[in-house]
């Protein structure tokens, strides 16, 4: 099993439309979450970090984090062309010193 | 824009050859990490140095070596490049292990072609 899993898509979702993210996670030591975004021929850019059960809302993005699930997801609402991206899901090993990446998934939205 | 900076932009070695690629991270974060991202996958870690000092390596050989300076700037070099070396390195600053807070900010990356 992978540190972090995603379902690489790609998604499909027309403008509007609520796009949803997964990802699982192995260690179950992890304690903080990260959701970045990544244009193709781009750097990754950090878009939302979570750290308790629950959800934490930003803007259009919303983060859920279940830890006894293991499994984060990521809610775009009202999807824009423009949020059309590769977006990775990352965990820190319980350590704190490295990163583990999904493979991304990759969203297009359809005007 | 995350303060993090990268040179160069793209890189063409032939096999065999050594590399030297730079960053420098945003003042105040004293640790760097350094990524591999072949197409198509997400960033595979490759070290972590806090404060000057290695903290922790993913699985890569030891021709991966890299090194951090006080001034925020860090060196990633690849000896003996291969074929498969070939991919976009990113590094990323962070405040360092133990924070609460311990977003990681990339950098806009290097794109290295091993021909």
């Known amino acids: 099993q992978k540190e972090v899993e995603q379902n690489s898509g790609p998604l499909s979702v027309p403008e509007g439309a609520i796009a949803s993210l997964n990802c699982t996670y192995s260690?179950?030591?992890?304690?903080?979450f990260f959701w970045y975004r990544q244009y193709s021929g781009k750097s990754p850019e950090l878009i939302m970090s979570?750290?308790?059960?629950g959800d934490k809302e930003d803007g259009r993005f919303t983060a859920q984090l279940n830890k006894a699930s293991q499994y984060v997801s990521l809610l775009i609402r009202d999807s824009q062309p423009s949020d059309s991206a590769t977006y990775l899901c990352?965990?820190?090993?319980?350590?704190?010193?490295?990163?583990?990446f999904g493979t991304g998934t990759s969203l297009t939205v359809i005007p | 824009e995350t303060g993090v900076t990268q040179s160069p932009t793209h890189l063409i070695k032939t096999r065999g050859q050594q590399v030297t690629l730079r960053c420098s991270s945003q003042?105040?974060?004293?640790?760097v990490s350094w990524y591999q991202q072949a197409l198509g996958q997400g960033p595979q870690f490759i070290f972590q140095?806090?404060?000057?000092?290695?903290?922790g390596r993913g699985n890569f050989p030891p021709r991966f070596s890299g090194l951090q300076f006080p001034n925020y700037s860090s060196e990633l070099n690849v000896n003996a490049l291969e074929l498969d070396d070939s991919a976009l390195y990113l590094c990323?600053?962070?405040?360092?292990?133990?924070?609460?807070?311990?977003?990681?900010?990339f950098g806009p990356g290097t794109r290295l072609t091993v021909l």
């Open positions: 990352a965990a820190p090993l319980n350590t704190g010193n490295q990163f583990y």
């Open positions: 990323a600053s962070s405040l360092g292990p133990g924070q609460i807070r311990d977003e990681q900010f």
């Open positions: 979570i750290y308790s059960n």
């Open positions: 003042s105040g974060h004293n640790t």
């Open positions: 260690d179950r030591g992890s304690q903080s």
């Open positions: 140095y806090y404060r000057e000092e290695e903290n």
